[in-house]
């Protein structure tokens, strides 16, 4: 999941021909049946809103989940009210919750010419405000595994590592250069912990403080802007020290430019919109892609069958462990991938696709005006029968090309967005994802003993137990 807050990212290179494309290949269409009359937003189903307090007292009598899995709370609005609720919270715009993929295609569909992606208020505030902005094989995998216990565990902290990796990998993307964060580089591994904290941050302001004038939320808006200053400084820096490599290299360079330098040199895009990019892609790229891929371990560590199958593949696709892994390899590699989409089916990162309608728009006979946020929450469509029978097993096998337990509705399971606002960096991002599975299971085997798994909400889910896995060596 990626931030979005500037108008000229680099994610919108797809032109709204390819949108249109992506739009038709997924069987997007209009609604077309609706009343004569569509009855207002007001009218959508959900908890009842008081004068002042809105929905905040149906949100907090679950106290149980409301703090770290506010999800059950919409679960359970789902139940209630259907797969089309309102929920509104003091002092923050309505909004409208979408769950049936159907539904999700239509807001997709009429948005997709302007897909104008929510940009979270303060984090939105913060960067608005700012000055800049107004105007080898043993690798990593070698050192995972040299952190095992004598129970072959992997330490509790085993996030951390992950965000390493993929803080590191993003250096040798973006600017062609290592962080040091594996190294031990002081600066860098401040930055390793920073997306966590924002989404914590957004997660207490938008979504579970209600209040926006309390002392609550000013204490959590000024730490929420000393992240992004940090964020910002880290950036910048290395924007600046990459522009005076490019001066003292030369314009008759025979150098391969990296993605920064492209960015640079793109007429199209301002100084400040290369920042801006940056940040929201470190968020992204370390935080996210670092969730996604705990959940594919826990997921195939907690079903030794479709992992050994999985390195069965690999085995006959890859053989010599010791070759590089190139697009011809992961073109042939199907269960891989079917084991990553089944694994995120069941648990994801993505709590919610935001959207604002750009025109009106009638969904369900109930008219949604121009300018409402519309929250396309994508869990519950990807847990039930009507799309993926067997939908509590774990079966990769669904998601290959000949579909054995039927057709599968895309739209029932989206892990990066969609169209032109969909995350900014999704192919560098499953590719870093895919090889690194690969390097780690063409070696070992992975298991878990701690039970299910039963993740919070923090903008963004989470496992709810240190990822202990235990690594052993493959005969």
Not at 40 to 65: E, I, N
Not at 123 to 131: A, F, L, Q, V
């Amino acid at each position: 999941m990626m931030l979005r807050t500037t108008q000229k990212h680099a994610g919108t290179c797809y032109n709204a021909c390819l949108t249109r494309a992506a739009v038709a290949g997924a069987g997007i269409r209009h609604q077309t049946t609706c009343s004569a009359q569509p009855r207002p937003k007001s009218d959508v189903p959900g908890p009842r809103r008081w004068p002042f307090l809105q929905s905040l007292p149906y949100v907090v009598a679950h106290k149980d989940d409301y703090k770290d899995r506010l999800y059950v709370v919409y679960d359970k609005c789902v139940k209630e009210f259907g797969p089309l609720f309102r929920l509104q919270m003091p002092g923050q715009k309505p909004r409208v919750f979408v769950t049936d993929p159907k539904d999700i295609e239509h807001i997709l569909q009429v948005t997709a010419k302007d897909p104008r992606r929510i940009v979270c208020d303060p984090w939105k505030e913060i960067r608005d405000s700012h000055p800049f902005f107004v105007s080898g094989q043993a690798g990593i995998v070698g050192d995972w595994a040299n952190m095992r216990d004598e129970k072959s565990e992997l330490p509790a902290d085993f996030d951390h590592e992950l965000c390493k990796w993929f803080l590191e990998a993003l250096g040798v993307v973006y600017f062609n250069k290592n962080f040091g964060c594996l190294e031990g580089n002081e600066e860098s591994l401040k930055i390793i912990d920073m997306p966590e904290s924002v989404f914590k941050c957004i997660h207490n302001l938008e979504i579970s403080s209600g209040v926006w004038s309390s002392w609550f939320y000013k204490k959590e808006f000024k730490k929420l802007t000393a992240l992004h200053e940090g964020l910002f400084r880290f950036i910048n820096k290395h924007v600046s020290i990459f522009c005076d490599e490019l001066k003292a290299r030369g314009p008759t360079s025979d150098e391969e430019p990296c993605m920064v330098e492209k960015m640079l040199q793109d007429p199209r895009l301002t100084y400040q919109d290369v920042h801006a990019y940056l940040i929201d892609s470190l968020l992204g790229g370390i935080h996210s892609s670092s969730l996604a891929f705990a959940f594919v371990l826990l997921g195939l560590a907690q079903h030794p069958e479709a992992q050994t199958k999985l390195q069965e593949e690999l085995d006959t696709v890859l053989g010599d462990p010791s070759e590089p892994v190139t697009a011809h390899h992961l073109a042939r590699l199907s269960y891989t991938k079917a084991c990553f989409k089944e694994a995120l089916r069941l648990n994801k990162p993505t709590a919610v696709i935001m959207r604002e309608v750009v025109e009106d728009t009638v969904l369900r006979d109930f008219l949604l005006p121009k300018g409402l946020h519309v929250y396309l929450y994508v869990r519950p469509a990807g847990l039930d029968e009507e799309y993926f029978p067997r939908a509590s097993e774990f079966l990769p096998e669904r998601w290959l090309r000949h579909r054995p337990l039927g057709p599968v509705n895309a739209l029932a399971s989206l892990n990066f967005g969609f169209g032109r606002r969909n995350c900014v960096a999704q192919r560098m991002a499953e590719a870093e994802l895919y090889i690194l599975l690969i390097r780690i299971l063409q070696k070992y085997h992975l298991r878990w003993q701690y039970g299910a798994i039963n993740p919070t909400l923090k903008f963004v889910f989470l496992p709810d137990k240190p990822l202990r896995l235990t690594m052993t060596e493959r005969s």
